[in-house]
């Protein structure tokens, strides 16, 4: 089975930075993970997609220049860099993986596969 844990959110000032985590396990990075978030009130947003190890990457226009994707292969965790963060960076977010093959993508629906969840508070 593929699970996903995230972790790594807190409360940060703004202009503060934070590393989120994804531990892996029963998936390979080769398919493709993204990061989404949900702030009170708002509908999910896609904020960062990797494809194949990296050799394809998405950053949305609100996060692109601040945050950014690694990859620890040792643990099996893939991590979003957040810097420079904002108050409106304020939400849950959460790391999702594809179906083993299925290409890239950014899209919500297309991902079955979800965490539980990490909260980011900047202020």
């Known amino acids: 089975d593929v699970q996903l844990v995230e972790s790594g959110g807190g409360s940060v000032q703004a202009g503060g930075s934070l590393r989120l985590s994804c531990e892996v396990s029963g998936y390979s990075y080769s398919y493709c993970m993204g990061w989404f978030r949900q702030a009170p009130g708002k509908e999910r947003e896609g904020i960062a997609a990797i494809y194949a190890g990296g050799s394809r990457t998405y950053y949305g226009d609100s996060v692109k220049g601040r945050f950014n994707f690694t990859l620890n292969n040792t643990n099996n965790t893939l991590y979003l860099q957040m810097n420079a963060l904002e108050p409106e960076d304020t939400a849950m977010y959460y790391c999702?993986?594809?179906?083993?093959?299925?290409?890239?993508?950014?899209?919500?629906?297309?991902?079955?596969?979800w965490g539980q969840g990490t909260q980011v508070t900047v202020s």
């Open positions: 999702a993986a594809r179906v083993a093959g299925s290409g890239f993508s950014t899209k919500e629906a297309d991902f079955p596969y």
